[in-house]
């Protein structure tokens, strides 16, 4: 597999997992859980270099705050909450990128 085809299989179950903990559908821990396995499976890429697409940008940008912030603030703050909506959509939907994103590779 490639990273590109990681990122186009992983970035809608991302944003399946960002919207439905958003929406209060989904534990934290479920969410956590995706985000340790995905990194486990990327690792196992053995990939070189920075995020080459928009797309993968996002991807890192989401999964990184899933990472950093704890379930009471990623729901709270209204600002970060927009974020991670609108990163979320763009994953699942496309349009116009998110601002704000800077997604890095692990």
Known sequence: ????E????????LAFY??????????FQEVQLYL????????????QGDALTDMEKVFWHLLH????????VLRGNQHLSKQLHDCCDYLS?????PAGCIGNRP
């Open 18 to 27: 960002g919207k439905a903990f958003l929406s209060e559908q989904l534990e």
């Open 36 to 47: 340790w396995d995905t990194l486990e499976e990327w690792q196992n890429l053995n990939p």
């Open 93 to 97: 939907l496309g349009g116009q990128l």
């Open 65 to 72: 705050s899933f990472d950093k912030w704890p379930d009471w």
């Open 1 to 4: 597999m490639t990273t590109a």
């Open 6 to 13: 990681f990122i186009d299989t992983k970035a809608p179950q």
